[in-house]
Each structure stands twice: as C-alpha cells, then as structure tokens.
C-alpha cells in the first residue's frame, strides 16, 4: 500500500474486536479510534491497538481524518452514523448486517454513500469462506451440471438470513430477484441483535436467470436432516450439500467429494468466542476493501450485494402482510414485519433476546 491510511472502529464488542484486528493485519493501516457507548469496553479494545477511546462518534470523527470507518453497532444506527461519516470525510465503511431496519435506510446507505463517493460493504464475509470459493469454482466448472435452483436453511430470515441469500446468489451467480412468494410465522416478538425477526418461515425467490430459491427459517423444527444452517445447490447432473463447515458435492452417481472448511492458522485465536473462519474471512473482506481505495476498483462485499439481500428479506415480510406475490422492485420502504404486527395480523406470544 502506498500510503498510510487512518480506521476507526464503533462498537468494541466482540465483532468489533474482529473488525479492529483484521483492520490491524492491513499494511499501512493506522487504527486511530474505538468508539462504543460503554466507556469502558471502548477503553479495553483501544488499549489493545494503541488507539484513542471515544464514547461518542461525532467527537471522533471531528478529532481524527478516518479513511476507513468499521461499523460493528446495532442497525438502528446505521443510517445516522453513515450520515455522519460522510459528512466528516471517511472515504470507506465496513458495515455490519443486517443493513438496516427497513428497506428505504438500506436504500438510504446505499444511495448516499454512492453520491459521495464513498465505499461501502456489508459483511457477507462469507463469500471470503474458501469453502464457497472452492464450490463455486467447481459449480462455474459444471460439475453439476446447469444449475436449476437452490434451497437454503436458517435460524432467521432477517439476521441469519441475511448470510443464506447473499450466498444463494453468489452461486446462482448473482441474479436478480423478480419475486418474492412468502409465509411467516411470528409466534413470539423476537429480536435478534435488537432486530425484530419471525419465529418460522418459508420463502420462494424467482430470479431473473429463471432459476428459484426455497428458503425455509426457524429453530423448533429440525429444518434439514443435515442440519439448521445450510444451503443445497442443485444442478442437471448432480447437487451441493453445504452444512455444518463442509460441502458434499454429489454428481453423476459417484461418491461424492468433500470439501472442508478450513482457515489459516494465524487467525485461530481467541476474540470473544468467534469463530476463527470469521476472524479470517472479516479480515480478508477489510484488506480488499482498503485494497479498493487505492486501486478505485469496486469491492467484493460491495452494499449492492447487502441491498439485494434487503430486498428479498423485506420483501417476503411484505408477501406475508399481502397474502402473495411480491414483484420486484420492491415498493415499500418501510418494515412489514413491524408494520404487520402493528395491525395485529400475528399475535405473538412472549418475548425471545437471541443471537440467533
């Protein structure tokens, strides 16, 4: 790299902690600041890195030129804290999922980013996983011949979710949605991260390359006999079951082939119980993004993928407040899953604080 950049990091959780020691791997990069509400959580990770603590962001962003601004706060903030760091000049910014509560702050981010030029990225850090990469190589190769849709399986629709469908479109290759086609359940108010999610769900995409993707959401009911977090790709020849860190590529009647996670042995540490393929794919998503900034190509996490994730995610809340189909682009802005249990259409009962 050839010049020194300057990154700050808002929220000093355990994902910050990740986002502040992928930042730290960067050659060139200088973390400035931490900032989080609990003074001394933003202490303790801005010790770690030699870095200035900060319990509010304006002050940060008004002492410090921040190149590259890691947000790791709930999405409630995301629209006023974007705002902000374009307002004080931050070039890049690493966001966390979900991108927002409703779809127009997900359109928001990603329209004033674009205006001033700024980068923005999602963390999908998944399409980093070199398990996915190796699958998609293998699946563009036409080991399973042409593929013909896609099932994906998850906790959640809105936080989990977010995950299954970016990579349902990384390796259907990135198509489009047309439509949306959904049911919901909303047995208890959920949150997740302080996000509102439902209980159950099941989903149907049409994408514009005619192909469809079935996702199905939940945590009573077992959801697939390989297990509850997962993606199936199926093609002419064959299919790709991908569960629980391998992939079980199963074509023309062979043995099928495995392909195991792995990771790089210098992110198998300890960062408040994350898992060490999350360190590594985090870090790779912050060095191309940094990587970006210098060479002015577009990103591999760039928000469009985050955005067309929203959409599908507040659209199959809008087909289960509608009773149908949904037909892309989406034209609500708000949240039909707030909206609906507003108008009493779901009668949960109790609350679940979850994280997933």
Request: net charge negative; proline share 3%.
């Amino acid at each position: 790299m050839t010049a020194a950049l300057t990154a700050a990091v808002l929220g000093a959780g355990a994902q910050g902690a990740v986002h502040a020691f992928g930042l730290s791997r960067i050659p060139g990069m200088r973390i400035v600041a931490i900032s989080d509400v609990d003074p001394d959580a933003a202490a303790s990770l801005a010790a770690r890195h030699d870095a200035r603590a900060y319990t509010d962001l304006e002050a940060l962003l008004a002492d410090h030129r921040v190149d590259l601004l890691s947000i790791c706060a709930p999405a409630a903030v995301h629209r006023a804290v974007v705002d902000a760091a374009i307002a004080h000049g931050v070039r890049a910014i690493h966001c966390e999922k979900p991108m927002a509560l409703t779809y127009g702050d997900a359109r928001h981010l990603v329209a004033a980013t674009a205006d001033a030029g700024v980068a923005l990225t999602v963390n999908h850090q998944r399409r980093f996983d070199r398990m996915h990469r190796e699958v998609r190589e293998l699946v563009q190769d036409g080991v399973i011949g042409a593929l013909t849709g896609a099932q994906g399986y998850c906790a959640n629709l809105f936080d989990w979710g977010s995950h299954t469908l970016d990579l349902i479109r990384l390796h259907l290759g990135d198509p489009r949605a047309v439509s949306v086609l959904a049911q919901i359940d909303v047995a208890a108010r959920k949150r997740v991260y302080g996000a509102l999610t439902e209980t159950a769900g099941i989903v149907k995409v049409r994408f514009d390359s005619g192909t469809d993707a079935i996702i199905a959401t939940g945590r009573d009911e077992r959801l697939h006999a390989l297990g509850d977090n997962g993606i199936v790709l199926q093609g002419t020849r064959g299919r790709v079951d991908i569960f629980g860190g391998r992939a079980l590529v199963h074509a023309d009647g062979r043995e099928p082939r495995e392909i195991a996670e792995s990771v790089d042995p210098a992110f198998a540490i300890e960062l408040g119980g994350v898992d060490a393929t999350i360190i590594e794919q985090t870090a790779l998503a912050l060095a191309d993004l940094a990587r970006c900034l210098t060479t002015g190509e577009e990103p591999v996490l760039h928000a469009h993928h985050g955005l067309a994730a929203a959409e599908i995610i507040f659209a199959a809340y809008e087909s289960s407040v509608r009773r149908g189909t949904v037909r892309l682009p989406l034209d609500v802005f708000d949240n039909p899953l707030q909206r609906g249990l507003d108008q009493g259409l779901w009668t949960p009962a109790g609350e679940i604080v979850s994280t997933y």
